[in-house]
Every structure is written in structure tokens, then in C-alpha cells.
């Protein structure tokens, strides 16, 4: 890959971050009004989740049970914390 090319992937790279960052703040000031926070959250990490795993399902699939026991157990330590604010 040339220069020009690389340049113009991080250009486009940046582009797309700064409109996913403004269209967050729109969507969660639309979402606020008609949603509860923790159906805000629970949508936002479902989705997040789902993106992640597109993109790293080979690195999750290789994962040892100890690693995902240890995932689960954070993962609900992170859930009731967001219960308890």
C-alpha cells in the first residue's frame, strides 16, 4: 500500500470515528427521553459485545475455559455495579 493510500485510510479512518462520536451524543439525548438508563446500557453493551465478537471471533474461539470463567466473573461484578449506582 502506498503513502497517498495510507494517508487517505487514516483520513477516512478519522472521518468515520468523528461521525460515530457525534451521532452518539444525538442518539443518546433522543434515547435519554424515551428509554431507561439501564436499557440504554444493556443495548449499548449487546451491541458492543456483537461487534467484538465479528471482529475477534477467532481470537474468542481459542479462548480457555479459565479465561472465560474469569470473563463471566467480571462481567457480573460489572453488572450488579450498575445495578447498585
Same mark, same amino acid.
Given at each position: 500500500m502506498n503513502e497517498k493510500k495510507k494517508v487517505l485510510m487514516a483520513d477516512l479512518a478519522l472521518l468515520l470515528a468523528a461521525v460515530c462520536w457525534g451521532g452518539g451524543f444525538i442518539a443518546g439525548d433522543i434515547a435519554v427521553k424515551y428509554f431507561s438508563t439501564f436499557y440504554i446500557l444493556? +443495548? /449499548?453493551?449487546? %451491541? $458492543? $459485545?456483537?461487534?467484538?465478537?465479528?471482529?475477534? %471471533? /477467532?481470537? +474468542? /474461539? /481459542?479462548?480457555? #475455559? $479459565?479465561? +472465560? #470463567?474469569?470473563?463471566?466473573i467480571l462481567g457480573i461484578f460489572y453488572f450488579l455495579s450498575c445495578l447498585y449506582r
Amino acid at each position: 500500500m502506498n503513502e497517498k493510500k495510507k494517508v487517505l485510510m487514516a483520513d477516512l479512518a478519522l472521518l468515520l470515528a468523528a461521525v460515530c462520536w457525534g451521532g452518539g451524543f444525538i442518539a443518546g439525548d433522543i434515547a435519554v427521553k424515551y428509554f431507561s438508563t439501564f436499557y440504554i446500557l444493556t +443495548i /449499548r453493551f449487546l %451491541s $458492543a $459485545a456483537l461487534v467484538t465478537f465479528v471482529f475477534f %471471533s /477467532r481470537t +474468542i /474461539r /481459542r479462548s480457555t #475455559k $479459565a479465561e +472465560i #470463567k474469569y470473563g463471566l466473573i467480571l462481567g457480573i461484578f460489572y453488572f450488579l455495579s450498575c445495578l447498585y449506582r
